[in-house]
Nanobody
Framework: QVQLVQSGGGLVQPGGSLRLSCAAS????????IGWFRQAPGREREGIIC????????YHAESVKGRFASVRDSAKNTVNLQMNNLKPENSAVYFC????????????????WGQGTQVTVSS
C-alpha cells in the first residue's frame, strides 16, 4: 500500500525541540519532492519546508529559517523534520506530503499526504 505515515509530535515547552518523522511505504521516497506543511486552527495550511535534492535547493518559510530543518533517512525510507527553539505560534497540525513535481511549497501539487500530527508549544 502506497502511503506516508507520520510519527512524533506532542506537547513541548517554548524553546524546546521536537522531531517529526514521515515514513513511506510502497514507494521510494528518495526520488520524490517532500513538503512539510502545517495548519493552525482557523488558518490556511501553509508550506514550511519543501525540497527534493541538493541541486534543486530547499524552500524554507521565513518563519522557520534557522530553526527547522528536514533531512532524508534513505535507509529507513523516511524524512525527518527537526524543529528547534519552538514557539507557541508554531502550534499546529503538521503534515508531510510527496510529489513527483518540482519542489515548490504549493500544496496543490502534492499527491500523497501523511495523516498529520499535532504539535503544541505551551508552558
Amino acid at each position: 500500500q502506497v502511503q506516508l505515515v507520520q510519527s512524533g509530535g506532542g506537547l513541548v515547552q517554548p524553546g524546546g525541540s521536537l522531531r517529526l518523522s514521515c515514513a513511506a511505504s510502497g514507494f521510494d521516497l528518495d526520488v520524490y519532492t517532500i513538503g512539510w506543511f502545517r495548519q493552525a486552527p482557523g488558518r490556511e495550511r501553509e508550506g514550511i519546508i519543501c525540497f527534493r535534492n541538493s541541486a534543486d535547493g530547499t524552500y524554507h518559510a521565513e518563519s522557520v529559517k534557522g530553526r527547522f530543518a528536514s533531512v532524508r533517512d534513505s535507509a529507513k525510507n523516511t524524512v525527518n523534520l527537526q524543529m528547534n527553539n519552538l514557539k507557541p505560534e508554531n502550534s499546529a497540525v503538521y503534515f508531510c506530503a510527496a510529489t513527483t513535481r518540482q519542489p515548490v511549497c504549493n500544496m496543490e501539487i502534492y499527491d500523497l499526504w501523511g495523516q498529520g500530527t499535532q504539535v503544541t508549544v505551551s508552558s
